[in-house]
């Protein structure tokens, strides 16, 4: 165990699984005590297992990202168990409206969707129902929002600082990475990212984005099992392999310390290489 986060308190939403559960278990190593977040209880419960296995005072609070009510609960869940709160990840997200972490038919309807607006480009934006669309901006990008301001109210209160961390992704810059919806939830995760820096900094809460490459969690598993697809895809990472989501939590971990005292506003890209502008 080291202690970068030494006697910090982090709020992960998403802690039940992938980049999420990472960012809760790097945390945890470094000293934080966590309030996992997420809509399913039990991967969410399992995260706090595991942290308890650690040694890490952590607690599961139930959060549908995407409800006010919920976030607020979330936040003074942290307060009232561990008297602060200094870190805020936003990890909560869907890739598209029916998305459920660990659903694999889910995943393979998504993907033969997916495969048809291959075949027909049009389709897929022509299909778009409002439903879908509001679904994903709910989720991915409110939600953010809802997390982050319920989080400042209390970090700016309490006169501690605060980092907060959104997460983003490679899509926010590249069309080609994502749906509309979801390349859009995460442009707007990214501008938000920048637009509450200027608002926190003078309260010395910091704001930051980490924008993901194509990272190995039950978002991309489907993906992953196609060699033939991944490897196309792979092509275009310099580093040719997809990441891990430790190796994003580490970015969080950055973040989150006060190694990163000077960071506000910025994104930062573990992504192998991906996006290189
Ligand atoms: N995996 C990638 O390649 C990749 C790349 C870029 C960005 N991202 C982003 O990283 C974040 C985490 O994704 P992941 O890859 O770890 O996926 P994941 O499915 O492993 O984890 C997402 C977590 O968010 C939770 N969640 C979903 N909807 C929620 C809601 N309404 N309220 C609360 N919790 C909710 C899920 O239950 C799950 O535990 C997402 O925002 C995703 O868009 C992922």
Redesign the pocket.
């Known amino acids: 165990m080291a202690d970068r986060l030494e006697g910090k308190v982090a709020v992960v939403?998403?802690g039940?699984?992938?980049?999420?559960k990472a960012c809760c278990l790097r945390f945890a190593q470094e000293g934080a005590q966590v309030v996992v977040?997420?809509?399913?209880d039990g991967?969410g419960a399992e995260t706090v297992a595991e942290l308890g296995g650690l040694g890490t005072k952590a607690t599961f609070c139930h959060?549908?990202?995407?409800n006010p009510t919920d976030n607020l609960t979330v936040m003074q869940t942290a307060v009232d168990t561990f008297g602060a709160l200094d870190v805020l990840v936003t990890?909560?997200?869907?890739?598209h409206a029916g998305y459920r972490?660990g659903d694999r038919d889910g995943d393979l309807q998504m993907l033969a969707r997916a495969a048809e607006s291959l075949q027909d480009p049009p389709r897929g934006l022509l299909e778009l129902t409002l439903e879908e669309w509001q679904r994903v901006l709910d989720?991915?990008l409110t939600?953010t929002l809802l997390a982050l301001q319920a989080a400042a109210r209390h970090m700016v209160r309490l006169g501690r600082g605060g980092s907060i961390i959104t997460?983003a992704?490679?899509?926010a810059k590249v069309p080609e990475a994502g749906p509309v919806p979801y390349s859009v939830s995460k442009a707007g995760v990214w501008m938000l990212t920048k637009h509450t820096a200027r608002s926190l900094g003078p309260a010395g809460v910091r704001v930051n984005a980490i924008g993901?490459?194509?990272?190995e969690?039950?978002?991309?598993q489907i993906i992953n099992e196609m060699p033939l697809i991944r490897d196309q895809f792979l092509t275009t990472v310099p580093l040719r392999r997809m990441g891990l989501?430790r190796e994003v939590a580490d970015a969080a971990v950055f973040l989150a310390s006060d190694e990163s005292s000077y960071f506000t506003g910025e994104i930062l890209h573990p992504d192998g290489g991906f996006y290189t502008d």
């Open positions: 939403t998403g039940g699984n992938g980049i999420g977040a997420d809509v399913l991967p959060l549908d990202a995407a990890a909560a997200g869907i890739s972490s989720v991915n939600g997460i992704s490679v899509a993901p490459g194509f990272i969690t039950n978002m991309t989501a």
